[in-house]
């Protein structure tokens, strides 16, 4: 659902990141921003790009998520077809579970970059920064979509993150932000 400009900001963000290791992405839907991020991770040679997505959108929401089928039951396949036409597929892991179990997949400081586009409710992006910031590297970028009035839980969650002085801003665009975590 980002726009192929916003796509660019994150190809270079993370493209150019010094910081060594991973990168995961909290929602991937259809996988244009993850066949920016993945490509940025093929190009740089920093690292996997984990996808995590359940395709069953957000409760509430899910009519915003529908591609072809109603019940959603096509959007995978999608993803995985998308990914596999431009030939990212050795580079991204779908990890197609809750975001609990794919927490537990990963090891703590092992994220250099994390791309958060799931539940846009307070409750929902506290919790991903809950299970996902143990796993940041010093120095991860840490990107939010929809940081904008329509989305106050996201917007009330980094106005948060940016009073407890581990975290400066790193640069705004289209209702986006960019975060740098500083671990001491």
Not at 9 to 36: K, N
Not at 157 to 175: D, P
Request: net charge negative.
């Amino acid at each position: 659902m980002i726009t192929p400009q916003s796509g660019r900001f994150l190809f270079t963000l993370c493209y150019f990141q010094a910081e060594r290791g991973d990168v995961v992405e909290i929602g991937s839907w259809q996988g244009r921003s993850a066949s920016y991020l993945g490509r940025a991770v093929q190009l740089s040679g920093n690292g996997r790009l984990f996808a995590i997505d359940h395709f069953k959108g957000n409760v509430g929401k899910e009519h915003y998520y529908i591609v072809d089928n109603n019940d959603l039951s096509d959007l995978k396949n999608n993803f995985l077809r998308n990914i596999s036409d431009i030939g990212l597929e050795k580079y991204i892991t779908l990890l197609d579970v809750s975001n609990n179990d794919a927490a537990k997949t990963l090891s703590e400081n092992s994220v250099r970059f994390l791309f958060i586009d799931g539940d846009h409710t307070e409750t929902g992006v506290k919790k991903d920064i809950e299970l996902y910031f143990p796993k940041l590297v010093d120095g991860a970028i840490v990107v939010f979509d929809d940081f904008s009035p329509g989305f106050p839980g996201v917007m009330k969650s980094v106005e948060a993150l940016l009073e407890n002085g581990r975290h400066s801003r790193v640069m705004a665009y289209e209702n986006t932000i960019a975060l740098k975590y500083n671990a001491k």
